[in-house]
């Protein structure tokens, strides 16, 4: 081609090119065909048990053999008839996993026909290691990308569907196994559970040596080596257009019907009567199948069964799918010839089982559907925004989900694809204090508390930047009952004043008034409730135990000091102590007896004066007082807590004043004042000749400053 190429095998190529001589010159992007034919016996393509024979790509029997039409079974045995294996099936489905690798399940030497799947999608990893623990598939930490992974002499196809979002992930392989290997997940979230099924191949008996099939008693027989096996040396070069008229022996026997091969069976078209002469090129298809082993006693010949019995086809398996398009397999059961009935397949094992079919059916697509996605962030990241998500109009057929025009949905109501949202609120009202108390200890009256408007992060704000119709309430109504005299009592203590033993229990009983101005006392009307009660706390039994005094006070005022405090060993029988070894105590903990400690006078703090007089006698007056934060050396400071402030003004003498004085008594004398400052009131003339000034006096000094 006017210059020089280094050539390379091209092998992407279908149908009948495959056994074509192709090839590419290395580092371009052209490709050349050399002949029409490869050599006879050179694997179709990559990993693939055809082989071209004279231009054609055939595929040998599980035995090696052309023309053989010999499968692998369930079992995995060449030619075999599934009962020479057992199916094993369960399932994997603890919930209470710990999030890491977690072995599930181990897979014995020789299985085959694996098939490991989560039984919905999950964000949970399968992962396969050996048993000399070198990871396979996702170790290590690391997720491998699905594909085909070597291993115990086998290939597993690792599998994570990404379309379908309810089909977990699946390890599947066709074996047999060359050693133990453990399937392991990677749990994240709870467990969707995980089905597993093998095969395993039942304990034989050991074969006597008439039952082996020699492998070299062919006659007059077209045998080729299946895909990867060379011809044996001692075998002579044949020519292609001379395949028909030698008799040629494999290089590896055929497989006996208890041994397998991993290869997938496909029947080679036939040789039509123009085909059958010697002509070049042309194959003769005159190929052997190896005989089964003996049937089981008694005796039988191939012919008499077929007389008798035959494969009767009875039916199908359930279809894959309820529509859209799925498949079923013809089931063949065996049946007698004479009774028109089926009787047990082991009548039939003489004669070829029919290959079973596999079928369309519930051709009619599925009802279209509306696909939904997962909705998106919300548009704004505090107050109310928008979110979006992706609507579709799906249909499904043959297993594969498409989108289609939304008109085949129209009858069915459409999800919504945009929806408000919101995360959270950009601020919000804080309420900073509980409720105050009830301004009365009976009736009507009213509590408080503080509000304040704050971020989201805490900071505060003006009031007009929360919401107004949100804001909690600050003040409100309490009703502290009706103004009566009654009996009050507390809950019986909860615990007996003795651990063991008769004992007591008490309660708090006092007689209150809902008027603030009367003391406790003990006039309320009916009997005085009971304050104890007897109670026993069962048969006395010694204990010894580990006794703790109360801390010592802190020895630093300010900053952190220590506290001691004495702890012995004590044993008590019912009320009474004894101090005993503290060798006795040992088999308990032992309470420590020195610990740190901080000072209480370290902040700064409130400080206030007495409060004032009252403003006013009767009639509602105030008190005030002086308030100051000072610290530790009684300096003012700014760092005493707001909300603690005490208060400095308080209302006081609220009663209503006395009614006005008798029109008889006036002051007679006009220096009465100076009467009532020298003390004089309180004899009968200047009480007489001084009546108003010593009566207001009088009042004054009853009602006196509000508490």
Same mark, same amino acid.
């Given at each position: 081609?006017?210059?020089?190429?280094?050539?390379?095998?091209?092998?992407?190529?279908?149908? +009948?090119?495959?056994?074509?001589?192709?090839?590419?010159?290395?580092?371009?992007?052209?490709?050349?065909?050399?002949?029409?034919?490869?050599?006879?016996?050179?694997?179709?393509?990559?990993?693939?048990? #055809?082989?071209?024979?004279?231009?054609?790509?055939?595929?040998?029997?599980?035995?090696?053999?052309?023309?053989?039409?010999?499968?692998?079974?369930?079992?995995?045995?060449?030619?075999?008839?599934?009962?020479?294996?057992?199916?094993?099936?369960?399932?994997?489905?603890?919930?209470?996993?710990?999030?890491?690798?977690?072995?599930?399940?181990? *897979?014995?030497?020789?299985?085959?026909?694996?098939?490991?799947?989560?039984? !919905?999608?999950?964000?949970?990893?399968? +992962?396969?290691?050996? &048993?000399?623990?070198?990871?396979?598939?996702?170790?290590?930490?690391?997720?491998?990308?699905?594909? &085909?992974?070597?291993?115990?002499?086998?290939?597993?196809?690792?599998?994570?569907?990404?379309? #379908?979002?309810?089909?977990?992930?699946?390890?599947?392989?066709?074996?047999?196994?060359?050693?133990?290997?453990?399937?392991?997940? *990677?749990?994240?979230?709870?467990?969707?559970?995980? %089905?597993?099924?093998?095969?395993?191949?039942?304990?034989?008996?050991?074969?006597?040596?008439?039952?082996?099939?020699?492998?070299?008693?062919?006659?007059?027989?077209?045998?080729?080596?299946?895909?990867?096996?060379?011809?044996?040396?001692?075998?002579?070069?044949?020519?292609?257009?001379?395949?028909?008229?030698?008799?040629?022996?494999?290089?590896?026997?055929?497989?006996?019907?208890?041994?397998?091969?991993?290869?997938?069976?496909?029947?080679?078209?036939?040789?039509?009567?123009?085909?059958?002469?010697?002509?070049?090129?042309?194959?003769?298809?005159?190929?052997?199948?190896?005989?089964?082993?003996?049937?089981?006693?008694?005796?039988?010949?191939?012919?008499?069964?077929?007389?008798?019995?035959?494969?009767?086809?009875?039916?199908?398996?359930?279809?894959?799918?309820?529509?859209?398009?799925?498949?079923?397999?013809?089931?063949?059961?065996?049946?007698?010839?004479?009774?028109?009935?089926?009787?047990?397949?082991?009548?039939?094992?003489?004669?070829?089982?029919?290959?079973?079919?596999?079928?369309?059916?519930? !051709?009619?697509?599925?009802?279209?559907?509306?696909?939904?996605?997962?909705? %998106?962030?919300?548009?704004?990241?505090?107050?109310?925004?928008?979110?979006?998500?992706?609507?579709?109009?799906?249909?499904?057929?043959?297993?594969?989900?498409?989108?289609?025009?939304?008109?085949?949905?129209?009858?069915?109501?459409?999800?919504?694809?945009?929806?408000? =949202?919101?995360?959270?609120?950009?601020?919000?009202?804080?309420?900073?204090?509980?409720?105050?108390?009830?301004?009365?200890?009976?009736?009507?009256?009213?509590?408080?508390?503080?509000?304040? =408007?704050? %971020?989201?992060?805490?900071?505060?704000?003006?009031?007009?930047?929360?919401?107004?119709?949100?804001?909690?309430?600050?003040?409100?109504?309490? #009703?502290?009952?009706?103004?009566?005299?009654?009996?009050?009592?507390? #809950?019986?203590?909860?615990?007996?004043?003795?651990?063991?033993?008769?004992?007591?229990?008490?309660?708090?009983?006092?007689?209150?008034?809902?008027?603030?101005?009367?003391?406790?006392?003990?006039?309320?009307?009916?009997?005085?409730?009971?304050?104890?009660?007897?109670?026993?706390?069962?048969?006395?039994?010694?204990?010894?135990?580990?006794?703790?005094?109360?801390?010592?006070?802190?020895?630093?005022?300010?900053?952190?000091?220590?506290?001691? &405090?004495?702890?012995?060993?004590?044993?008590?029988?019912?009320?009474?102590?004894?101090?005993?070894?503290?060798?006795?105590?040992?088999?308990?903990?032992?309470?420590?007896?020195?610990?740190?400690?901080?000072?209480?006078?370290?902040?700064?703090?409130?400080?206030?004066?007495?409060?004032?007089?009252?403003?006013?006698?009767?009639?509602?007056?105030?008190?005030?007082?002086?308030?100051?934060?000072? !610290?530790?050396?009684?300096?003012?400071?700014?760092?005493?807590?707001?909300?603690?402030?005490?208060?400095?003004?308080?209302?006081?003498?609220?009663?209503?004043?006395?009614?006005?004085?008798?029109?008889?008594? &006036?002051?007679?004398?006009?220096?009465?004042?100076? *009467?009532?400052?020298?003390?004089?009131?309180?004899?009968?003339?200047?009480?007489?000749?001084?009546?108003?000034?010593?009566?207001?006096?009088?009042?004054?000094?009853?009602?006196?400053?509000?508490?």
């Amino acid at each position: 081609m006017g210059r020089f190429y280094q050539w390379e095998p091209f092998r992407d190529v279908r149908g +009948a090119q495959r056994c074509e001589l192709n090839c590419r010159p290395i580092g371009y992007r052209f490709y050349v065909r050399h002949t029409e034919k490869v050599q006879d016996g050179t694997p179709c393509e990559a990993g693939s048990p #055809d082989i071209c024979v004279a231009g054609q790509c055939l595929m040998p029997g599980c035995d090696g053999i052309l023309g053989s039409n010999h499968t692998l079974d369930s079992c995995g045995v060449c030619g075999g008839d599934h009962t020479s294996c057992k199916l094993v099936v369960g399932n994997f489905s603890d919930t209470d996993v710990p999030i890491g690798y977690h072995r599930i399940l181990e *897979i014995p030497a020789g299985a085959t026909h694996i098939q490991v799947k989560e039984m !919905t999608r999950s964000p949970n990893y399968l +992962a396969l290691r050996s &048993r000399s623990g070198k990871s396979i598939i996702n170790g290590n930490w690391a997720v491998n990308p699905p594909g &085909r992974y070597e291993a115990a002499g086998t290939i597993f196809v690792y599998s994570r569907p990404e379309s #379908d979002r309810h089909k977990g992930e699946s390890l599947t392989a066709e074996g047999p196994t060359t050693e133990p290997i453990d399937v392991y997940m *990677i749990f994240q979230q709870d467990n969707p559970g995980v %089905s597993y099924q093998f095969f395993m191949a039942l304990a034989r008996p050991e074969s006597s040596a008439a039952d082996i099939h020699n492998p070299r008693q062919e006659f007059g027989a077209l045998a080729l080596v299946s895909a990867g096996h060379p011809m044996e040396p001692s075998a002579p070069h044949v020519h292609p257009g001379l395949l028909q008229t030698q008799n040629l022996v494999p290089a590896q026997p055929p497989i006996p019907s208890g041994q397998s091969r991993r290869s997938h069976p496909v029947v080679p078209p036939p040789v039509s009567s123009s085909q059958s002469g010697r002509s070049p090129g042309t194959l003769q298809r005159n190929v052997r199948v190896p005989p089964l082993p003996p049937p089981p006693p008694p005796p039988q010949h191939s012919s008499d069964v077929a007389r008798d019995f035959y494969w009767q086809r009875v039916g199908n398996t359930e279809c894959s799918a309820t529509c859209g398009k799925g498949s079923w397999q013809s089931v063949y059961r065996c049946a007698s010839r004479a009774l028109q009935e089926e009787v047990g397949e082991e009548m039939c094992h003489l004669l070829p089982k029919p290959a079973v079919s596999e079928e369309p059916c519930n !051709t009619e697509p599925c009802p279209a559907y509306w696909d939904v996605d997962k909705w %998106s962030a919300c548009s704004k990241s505090c107050g109310l925004g928008s979110q979006h998500r992706q609507v579709l109009c799906r249909q499904v057929y043959a297993n594969r989900s498409t989108m289609v025009h939304p008109q085949r949905c129209e009858q069915l109501e459409k999800p919504n694809a945009t929806q408000a =949202c919101q995360v959270q609120v950009c601020s919000h009202w804080e309420v900073q204090t509980n409720w105050s108390s009830c301004s009365v200890l009976c009736g009507l009256g009213h509590r408080t508390r503080h509000v304040r =408007c704050v %971020s989201n992060e805490g900071h505060p704000l003006r009031d007009s930047d929360c919401p107004g119709n949100h804001r909690p309430k600050t003040s409100e109504m309490c #009703d502290m009952g009706p103004c009566v005299r009654a009996w009050f009592y507390s #809950d019986w203590s909860s615990t007996c004043s003795a651990e063991c033993g008769p004992g007591i229990q008490r309660r708090a009983v006092v007689c209150l008034s809902s008027s603030a101005s009367e003391p406790t006392g003990e006039n309320c009307a009916g009997t005085k409730p009971a304050d104890m009660r007897a109670c026993n706390g069962g048969p006395c039994q010694p204990v010894t135990r580990w006794y703790s005094g109360p801390w010592n006070p802190c020895s630093a005022e300010c900053g952190t000091g220590t506290q001691r &405090r004495d702890v012995v060993c004590i044993t008590k029988l019912g009320s009474d102590f004894n101090v005993t070894d503290a060798s006795e105590c040992s088999y308990r903990e032992k309470p420590p007896s020195l610990q740190t400690c901080t000072g209480s006078d370290c902040e700064a703090r409130w400080f206030s004066t007495a409060w004032s007089p009252c403003s006013r006698t009767c009639v509602g007056g105030t008190q005030t007082r002086e308030v100051q934060c000072l !610290t530790q050396n009684k300096t003012l400071s700014r760092l005493c807590p707001p909300e603690l402030k005490p208060a400095k003004k308080r209302p006081c003498n609220n009663q209503p004043c006395n009614a006005d004085l008798d029109e008889n008594c &006036r002051d007679k004398y006009h220096n009465c004042p100076v *009467i009532v400052q020298a003390r004089l009131c309180v004899y009968s003339y200047y009480k007489a000749i001084c009546c108003a000034s010593c009566t207001h006096a009088l009042e004054r000094r009853h009602s006196g400053p509000s508490r």
